[in-house]
């Protein structure tokens, strides 16, 4: 290969694009949308990369599986910009949601162990007069009632219904599985994943059913908080090399 208009190696969108199993046209669309820095042009106006490039890409691939795409992309664009404070502010916040999942998982986990057995958790555990509304109870987990409604749908929930009123009545048992349905819903968990869940969980009396799910977030957990570690570095040397 030949050398770079300024100094050192020059290099080809095939150059950057072959070691990471990317196409030339994404490594065209990086450049576009600010993840890599402007590329140099030949005199025949074909786009000159350089080492400096190919340190970006790499960092902006070690940052997507702990930060998400969306967030790994601001977070270049910010510091090609000059903007670093900024890149850095973004950072804090991937670290902020991760420090809340996990916070997340720990609220699962013992909502898990306060889970009673089946036989407490049925319509007649719950007296005529206990039990809170749909309102209340949506407005105490910051959902909106629809939402209940739809896991009632989904069968993660099963309100009683007021012979007199015909409102829905939900009891502790019921309270219990809407929040363990919440958490589990910010933890990532699709509906058609948590009622198989909330149904063993029932069937079998206890939490052992979702022990097999829990592992699986905390090695989720895990994996991204090394994986920002992991773009920490690669993100580090890259500033190092653009001075």
Not at 4 to 23: F, K, M, T
Not at 194 to 206: E, Y
């Amino acid at each position: 290969m030949g050398r770079n208009l300024q100094s050192g190696e020059r290099l080809r969108p095939i150059d950057l694009a072959r070691g990471h199993g990317l196409s030339t046209q994404a490594i065209r669309n990086y450049e576009e949308a600010g993840i890599l820095p402007a590329a140099d042009r030949t005199p025949h106006g074909h786009r000159a990369y350089t080492p400096l490039h190919a340190r970006a890409l790499r960092a902006f691939l070690a940052l997507v599986p702990g930060h998400g795409h969306r967030t790994a992309s601001s977070i270049m664009r910010a510091v090609n910009e000059g903007a670093t404070e900024e890149a850095f502010r973004l950072i804090d916040e991937s670290h902020v949601q991760l420090l809340d999942d996990r916070r997340t998982l720990r609220a699962v986990e013992k909502a898990l162990r306060d889970l009673e057995p089946t036989a407490a958790s049925g319509p007649a555990a719950v007296s005529g007069a206990d039990g809170t509304f749909i309102g209340p109870l949506a407005g105490k987990l910051g959902i909106r009632p629809a939402t209940l409604r739809a896991w009632e749908r989904a069968g993660l929930v099963r309100p009683r219904r007021d012979p007199r009123t015909g409102y829905r009545v939900y009891g502790e048992a019921d309270v219990r599985d809407a929040r363990l349905v919440h958490q589990l819903r910010r933890g990532g968990y699709l509906l058609e994943q948590i009622a198989p869940l909330i149904s063993q969980v029932r069937a079998a009396g206890g939490p052992e059913p979702l022990e097999a799910a829990l592992r699986d977030w905390r090695g989720r957990l895990s994996a991204r908080g090394r994986a920002m570690l992991t773009g920490a570095a690669e993100l580090e040397a890259y500033l190092r090399e653009r001075g």
